[in-house]
């Protein structure tokens, strides 16, 4: 079963605009990461937020984390042709040992 | 840095042949893991070991087996394809077994088609 569901499914905006993605959990997590996939290759780390933050920034992404919520959203400004990718959540299973992958969110910037 | 290799990338197979994906890391990286997605679904975990000699099923281990004899490798077993087990195949390795908090490294996957 799926911890983790992305929000939107797909995204198309243009070149310079904002996109902002959600995720949603169902239990309590101590971290949460976000991964981007471009087409036809492996994930790539991207971000980690602990459950003891409420926000992080890295270049032109930020994401937040809302554990009462138990949500988290992604946002990356100022998008660029090359963000086209998917963007997926991912949060810890029990024990630790597994880390559970939403569905992603489909993000097309278009030039 | 080679970073996580699976091989092959590209894989046809009949309904009941068996095959066997291979992954190799060269990071020292105690946990391994392998994933298969499939379209809408996101990346669902089918096992994971966190060391040699430690394995462990994930969501979906059905129909696939695996053996840790060394830190570096991780192949995943197809015992007997099915087309249910048409998908896309990711190895992923962790610096630490807790994979919780850390950084998960992917293998550029293989595509799986079973007719």
């Known amino acids: 079963s799926q911890q983790g569901e992305e929000d939107p499914q797909a995204l198309s905006i243009q070149e310079g605009e904002n996109a902002t993605m959600n995720c949603s959990y169902k239990?309590?997590?101590?971290?949460l990461q976000w991964y981007r996939q471009n087409s036809g290759r492996g994930l790539v780390h991207l971000i980690l937020?602990?459950?003891?933050?409420r926000e992080k920034h890295s270049g032109r992404l930020r994401v937040t984390l809302d554990t009462s919520k138990k949500s988290s959203s992604l946002l990356i400004t100022a998008s660029r042709a090359a963000d086209t990718a998917s963007y997926f959540c991912?949060?810890?299973?029990?024990?630790?040992?597994?880390?559970?992958f939403g569905a992603g969110t489909r993000l097309f910037v278009k030039a | 840095n080679a970073g996580v290799t699976q091989t092959p990338k590209f894989q046809v197979l009949k309904t009941g042949q068996s095959m066997t994906l291979q992954c190799a890391q060269d990071?020292?990286?105690?946990?391994m893991s392998w994933y298969r997605q499939d379209p809408g679904m996101g990346l669902r975990l089918i096992h994971y070991s966190v060391g040699a000699g430690i394995t462990d099923q994930g969501e979906v281990p059905n129909g696939y087996n695996v053996s840790r004899s060394t830190t570096e490798d991780f192949p995943l077993r197809l015992l007997s394809a099915a087309p249910s087990q048409t998908s896309v195949y990711f190895c992923?390795?962790?610096?630490?077994?807790?994979?919780?908090?850390?950084?998960?490294?992917f293998g550029e996957g293989s595509w799986l088609t079973v007719v």
């Open positions: 937020i602990r459950s003891n933050e």
């Open positions: 991912a949060t810890d299973g029990i024990g630790g040992f597994k880390t559970i």
């Open positions: 992923a390795s962790s610096y630490s077994r807790q994979v919780s908090g850390n950084t998960i490294y």
């Open positions: 990071m020292n990286h105690e946990y």
């Open positions: 239990t309590s997590i101590n971290n």
